[in-house]
């Protein structure tokens, strides 16, 4: 264990605090989206609250919610400074999420600015450009993932 308290765990946490606020909006404002006429209906037809919840709006609001799920990995795939900051910064690969790590973002905000030309900036743009390419996987799959289930409850 890395005694400084700073490793993957850590960063994770963090990540999940700090995305918490965007999906937490957006669910809520797909949520309030709903047509009121669901829930009234469900409640005249003898629905407590908890089950208009749970079998009305949850299901009505779920593609949005799968939605702002999507936007929130998103942006925690490409936050770097908060994830630098705590994650240890060691190149060592480890199975241990209790051990220092580097990630993509951090290696390009670390090392870009005093890169040597030639092989270490081409190194540094092709992790740029798998990083590019993990994120527009992330977001092609998140768009094929809101469109299924948007089919699905339909």
Not at 1 to 30: F, H, K, Q, W
Not at 34 to 56: D, N, Q, Y
Not at 77 to 105: C, F, H, K, R, W
Not at 115 to 120: C, D, F, N, S, Y
């Amino acid at each position: 264990e890395d005694p400084s308290g700073t490793n993957m765990l850590t960063a994770g946490v963090i990540l999940a605090i700090m995305i918490l606020p965007t999906m937490a909006a957006i669910s809520r404002d797909v949520l309030m989206a709903i047509p009121k006429e669901l829930r009234s209906a469900s409640m005249a037809l003898g629905g407590t609250r908890w089950e208009t919840i749970f079998r009305v709006l949850l299901p009505s609001g779920f593609s949005g919610i799968v939605s702002a799920a999507m936007l929130a990995l998103g942006r925690a795939l490409g936050e770097t400074m908060a994830v630098t900051m705590v994650i240890g910064n060691s190149a060592q690969i480890s199975a241990s999420l209790l051990d220092p790590a580097y990630t993509i973002p951090s290696v390009l905000a670390n090392e870009f600015a005093e890169a040597e030309p030639g092989l270490h900036i081409g190194a540094l743009s092709y992790l740029a450009l798998i990083l590019f390419g993990l994120t527009l996987t992330v977001n092609i799959g998140a768009v094929l993932l809101v469109k299924w289930v948007g089919r699905k409850n339909k």
